[in-house]
């Protein structure tokens, strides 16, 4: 039926003024699966995503989303194919209650059905842990606790593409056991794209793990692969230089 | 939930039946403030759906009260059309031209989104002018008693006409109760809290805005139309800056994102100006400082201030 791979990119390049954000990045992302994009500050990966939701617009090359060239479509439409995006930076409503933000969310895909919009709306918070706030206005929560709802800003639209821009940065070590659990539970029906800096997170959640470096994809393959390739181990530890 | 758009039912049917009431127990000379001040909520209604609920802020929305105001008054007096067909004709014009200002001025964001709008709406003000053989310009002109009858009703009166003014307030204010509740005005919210945020969880924001600029304008024009019928003059002097920011000041002092209070802020500006200029002739001074005090000690406007303190559920 539907091909391994979920969504792929071929040559997709980012210039700014003069500086290559992405080079020329081919990849493939494995349907179902927990993938992991890593690399050091500035290898691209918040841009590389940016390009795949349409958040960013790529210089040149070409997205795929289910062998459909999504290219040239505008980030609202790849994501009413299913992709849902969480922001690095919190971007929450920070003016509108918990149960209005996941409502806001879940409006998309079930319209005028004010009863399916609220039921969906209080299960994500509940799924997340935030369903005994749900009636605080976002802005007065914790920065934790605002990063949590971010996720479930994303939850709520059932993707079937999940993009997480660094969800567990700021998080407190139970946050963070909670999200690994939820994680896990999503793979399988989800497919999840992550850029983490947490390599125990990554360690625990991801079957597949892709380095980025200076705009280059580095290396890519399972995490005893990654954990094992040399050039990985050079580019983290800054070992053998020669460049 | 249901409990909360019980009480906003209660709250809009309240408030039309209060207006109702008020024409038998208030004196003629309220009444005729009333009718004015329905119609020119009507224009607050318009541009609160913009201003309010959509967090875009436009300096030219007297071009749209004008537009509706001369397509009324022009198909009337220069083509000879009845009431009903010139109140359509006044009201397809602010669409069209909604439509056009909405597709320009969308291209900006912000600071830029307010001066594009002012000067198209100074452009409007000129180009009335400009045509002054049709439009008579500063002067304006007159629809003549005899023509103004609506659907059979000879709405010069004073009873006539308050109760004229009352029906299209009531649609609108209905109307809008309807839209922000809807998950159209929902998503508008979203846009004017997180622009960013929400064309991210898949909505077409350019989409929404270009609506709202639209319903906002041809409301806004709409009550232009009325306000030429009702009061039978049609002049320049409505397409002026100062007609683009009357309804932000009153959207402003009555509260912005809130139903009711475009009524509250025209009320409230209506009876400030009129009764300080009892006082003194220098009743703009009254007028300028209590506008100072209410921002200074009600920023989100009286009928924000009295969500944000009591009643949470306000629409």
Redesign the interface.
Known sequence: MASVNILSTKGLTKTYGGIDANMDVDFELQRGKVTALIGPNGAGKSTFVGMI?G?ISATRGEVFFEDQNISSMP??KR??LGIA?T?QIT??????TLL?NT???A???L??D?VAV?AKALEVLERVGLADRAHQIAGDLSYGHQRVLEIA?GLA?DPVLFILDEPTQGLAETEIDDFVDLINALSGDTTILLIEHNMDVVMRTADQITVLEFGKTLASGTPSEIHNNQAVQAAYLGTAVDA | ?TKNSLYSHCLHFGTIALLVALFFLLPAYHVGNLSRIMVLAVYAMGFNLLFGYTGLLSLGHALFFATGMYGLGMAMNTFGLPSELALIVGVVCAILVSTAIGLLALRTTGVAFMIVTLMFAQAGYLTVLYFGSYTRGDEGFVIQQAERIFAGVDITGETSRYFAALILFSIVFLLIAYLVR??FG??L??IR??E??????????VRHKLLAVIISGSISGLAGAAYALLFGYVGATFATVQYSIFPLLWVLLGGAGTTLGPLIGVVFMFYLIDLSSELTQAYMLIAGVVLVLLTLFAPQGLAGEIRRKVFKWLP
């Open positions: 939701c958040r980030a609202h994501i009413q995006y922001f971007s929450v409503y920070a003016g509108l209005e409502a806001i969310s409006r998309r895909r319209g005028k004010n609220n800003l639209q | 939930m809807s998950p929902r998503t919210v979203a809290e997180n960013e945020r929400t064309k991210m969880l898949g909505y077409d924001t």
